[in-house]
């Protein structure tokens, strides 16, 4: 056997959870139009904050990452995208920790959680442009 079989892969899978409850309020509260406004203007903002977190961990920027993270949070928070919301603290709560290492692979998989997140809001609210 050589070097070249010991080789794995390992694939990145993340699974979402969306709270319909918010979501279905958030409905029922601006109406159908407005919602979707919302939710469009939302979805919009979380892509730039994801985009954001990545810079400042390139440029070592930790309370730029942090303030980002926190961010997400609160927005992912109100349109029910739990998942994001949790994995946005974890990032947070390791840059508080001054873990680096962790944060890096917590931002990882913000990234990807959000990537996942925006998708499925998006096919599941039809959000057309």
């Known amino acids: 056997m050589n070097v070249v079989d010991k080789i794995v892969t390992l694939e990145h ?31 919009e903002e979380l892509a730039v904050r994801l985009s954001n977190c990545e810079r400042f961990w390139r440029q070592r920027d930790w309370a730029g990452l942090r303030k980002c993270a926190r961010s997400i949070v609160a927005i992912a928070e109100q349109i029910g995208m739990m998942a994001l919301a949790c994995v946005a603290n974890d990032v947070a709560q390791n840059v508080d920790a001054g873990d680096s290492v962790a944060a890096g ?14 998708t499925v809001i998006w096919d599941q609210q039809d959000l057309s442009v």
């Open 105 to 118: 692979a917590t931002l990882s998989r913000l990234i990807r959680v959000g990537e996942k997140s925006l």
């Open 13 to 43: 899978k993340e699974t979402v959870r969306l709270d319909s409850d918010r979501l279905n309020g958030l409905y029922r509260q601006l109406g159908e139009k407005n919602a979707l406004d919302v939710l469009c203007r939302t979805v």
